[in-house]
């Protein structure tokens, strides 16, 4: 049917060119949303069985429900629209900030709580929390707009996306399961497990179709219904720092494109590996531009990453033209392997992630301790 819609993409990393159905995401972001509608009667039907009156009814909790599922399902939406008008980079960035909008204005009527607990060391310089109102809705829309687009751009291998959101979506469910053992707000980790089991369980079906070699492609669909995903329980579950400690590979990568995304060094359409068909390795991509074409601050941008070795690059003597790896940490990985097949290079970053995201519980347990008092 995808095929038929014309809804497709080809593998760049093999030697047949064969079409790829594209925006798989939108199948499974419909079976768990109809997991999770269907889910709606289980947590608040008792109340009514039990025979107690509306007064004793939930409210808050259940439109925090609601209000979830109508950002997750509108990001989906918004998601297939992108993969089907392959729409411009500026509007990528402003679907998850309109998408984000009914979770934020249930955050205002529900919470409002605008205030973040700052570190020990500045308690006494400045004090122990401080109230940063609306800036506060800011950053959260910001969230969704980062968790969105740093899945995005972390991806061009087969599995990659998903992979990482396995994980991702692994570590939440069970840092959530730790807060409720520790009997921390409890309801908050629950509405983020009713979130992250069902997302879990369809993005592993998901999985076992995009994994190498790719039967499907997940499309920006899937992309940004994850970020979304992520920033609600994060938003809604008061734990939005521990959801961007689970982001430190998507974090590493978005700073190391940064010159790219802003343009202040050229950044092509794909910045995906290039495979050699000879070899079958993947190897890694390259952007090519004139050092005087750059502006001051892409000058000064690439001295800094020559200077820290942080790229590879060669010039053209004859016409003076600059060949550098494109700015991911995918081709970084590559600088280092050399050419490499592409499930090999895949698992590499999904272990990446896992070391990353053991390092995010040392620094939201024994080490948090030391900077934030509980
Ligand atoms: C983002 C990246 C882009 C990368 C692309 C790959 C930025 C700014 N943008 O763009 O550099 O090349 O994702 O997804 O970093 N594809 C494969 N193999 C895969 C997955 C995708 O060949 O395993 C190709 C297919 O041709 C597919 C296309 O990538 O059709 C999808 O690209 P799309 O999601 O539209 O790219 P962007 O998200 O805009
Ligand atoms: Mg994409």
Redesign the pocket.
Known sequence: MFLKAGIS?????KRNKNKIP?AFGVVTGCVFLIALFCFIPIPFGHIFFEGKTDVNFPHHEFVELIAALLSICCMILLGFAD?VL?LR?RHKLLLPTIASLPLLIVYYVNFNSTTIILPKIVHNIISKSIDIGFLYYIYMGMLAVFCTNAI??L???????VGQSIIISSCVIIFNMIQIINDSVAEKHQLSLYIMLPYLATTLALWKFNKYP?QV?V??TF?YLSGMTFAVVGILGHFSKTILLFFIPQILNFLY?VP??FHFIP?P????PKFDPETGLLNYSKTTFKENELNSLGRLIFVILKTLKLIKWEKNEDDGIIICN?L?IINFFILFTGPIHEEKLNNYILVFQIICSCFAFLIRYPLAQYFYSD
């Open positions: 993409g080809i593998d760049m990393n594209e993969d392959d980079w995005n751009i991806a061009g291998i087969n599995g990659l996306e790719s492609f499309g920006d992309n494109s790219q995304l950044c359409r794909h910045r995906l494109n991911t």
